[in-house]
């Protein structure tokens, strides 16, 4: 198995949003986004799969020196084989990938955040980041652009951990920040023991506001010289905002339940949002209000 296709194998397994983007790509550029979803899927599962903390600490930290190798130019690893050819054509940089690095160690020392700037924080390293490198993959050329990324990672990072708070709650994680528990009188055993209330309901609406708001300053900083280019990154987007709709329709039963779109649907979405430029995910994205 070549590292390219070791790569591809990891995105396809993963039935992922990111992969139905990938797919529209020209095959230079399909390659280079697939190489670092790959990357990113396994220090992902680093957290994810590792049970022994000092065990998962020791993986990240080989993982770090890979980057490092890689831009030595001396990767061992078929992922980073495979990123290393892409890493000049579309400037990626060490500093980026060992941010991703910082945000899986994040999910080591942290299970709480105090409020929104600790957690935008972690959004950052964990998919704001991830977006830029996106961003330098599918090609832009007005800097305002990259805000447009970093918001749209920030964007998705907070819709995944409003569609995972039971899934996290039965790892003991609580990624809402704790000052907006207090606000709106949920306990953080509440959370823990999956209690669906009232309160609770209203305080995913008001994260589901935030991450509207991330959507539609991501959709207002994209310039239209690079729109075209920034397709894969719309469709997403479409994706993720038709699940943040499907998740409030259901009034946020997301403690004992995995709200998720169907393959079909998020194929259609994707091929709706290429064929047409992007222009239905950004009219989405602008839409400031809940859906109707």
């Not at 991330?214 to 280019?229: G, N, P, V």
């Amino acid at each position: 198995m070549t590292p390219d296709q070791y790569c591809q194998d990891k995105a396809a397994r993963s039935g992922s949003s990111f992969y139905y983007a990938f797919l529209f790509l020209p095959p230079d550029r399909r390659r280079a986004i697939t190489a670092l979803y790959a990357f990113c899927r396994e220090v992902d599962d680093v957290v994810d799969e590792c049970t022994d903390i000092g065990v998962a600490r020791t993986k990240l930290a080989w993982w770090r020196t890979q980057i490092a190798q890689t831009f030595e130019g001396n990767p061992t690893h078929p992922v980073m084989r495979a990123l290393a050819d892409h890493i000049k054509p579309f400037d990626l940089t060490e500093a980026r990938l060992q941010a991703v690095i910082t945000g899986m160690e994040m999910d080591l020392d942290t299970n709480r955040y105090a409020d929104w700037a600790a957690l935008e924080n972690y959004c950052w390293h964990a998919a704001g980041v991830v977006g830029e490198m996106s961003a330098s993959i599918f090609g832009y050329t007005e800097p305002q652009t990259l805000e447009y990324a970093t918001k749209l990672g920030l964007a998705f990072q907070l819709t995944n951990i409003i569609r995972d708070v039971g899934d996290d709650a039965r790892r003991g994680r609580i990624y809402l920040p704790t000052n907006e528990l207090q606000q709106f009188d949920v306990s953080i055993d509440d959370v823990l023991d999956c209690k669906q209330t009232p309160a609770f309901e209203s305080l995913m609406r008001f994260q589901a506001t935030r991450a509207r708001k991330l959507y539609r300053d991501a959709a207002l900083a994209l310039q239209e010289r690079d729109r075209q280019a920034q397709r894969p990154g719309l469709m997403m987007a479409a994706i993720y905002m038709t699940l943040l709709d499907e998740i409030e329709d259901e009034n946020f039963q997301v403690l004992d339940q995995r709200v998720a779109l169907t393959p079909v649907r998020k194929l259609w979405l994707a091929w709706k949002n290429w064929v047409a430029g992007g222009r239905p995910a950004l009219k989405l994205l602008k839409r400031t209000s809940s859906p109707e």
